[in-house]
């Protein structure tokens, strides 16, 4: 069965940075691609970044690019976003997902974990 946990979420002020830590269980990890989305309360499901199985390509929202950075861990089970100069704007839910390919959209992820909740004081 496969298991998706996140954690690292937290309450920061305008400006600080948070490292979310996303561990996958139950699957071959390396060839799928990982995502980030986030869902702040009352709006629909946004995509922040992600990452080809192969590590090969990074895609970033326009509004994290720059702040954000995706990557695997260290050991293959593991997919880490690293957050700097976070803002009001960034306070949501973040969910990692796992599946086949790339993607911006959240459909082609087969595998989600239950979110990790970011909240960033002015």
């Known amino acids: 069965q496969v298991q998706l946990g996140e954690s690292g979420g937290g309450l920061v002020q305008t400006g600080g940075s948070l490292r979310l830590s996303c561990a996958v269980s139950?699957?071959?990890?390396?060839?799928?691609?990982m995502a980030w989305f986030r869902q702040a309360s009352g709006k629909d499901y946004e995509f922040v970044a992600a990452i080809a199985g192969d590590n090969s390509t990074a895609r970033y929202a326009a509004s994290v690019k720059g702040r954000f950075t995706i990557s695997r861990g260290d050991t293959a089970n593991t997919m880490s976003l690293q957050m700097l100069s976070l803002e009001p704007e960034d306070t949501a839910i973040y969910y990692c997902a796992a599946g086949p390919i790339l993607s911006e959209y959240y459909t082609p992820y087969d595998y989600w974990g239950q979110g990790t909740q970011v909240v960033v004081s002015s």
């Open positions: 139950g699957v071959t990890f390396r060839p799928y691609a």
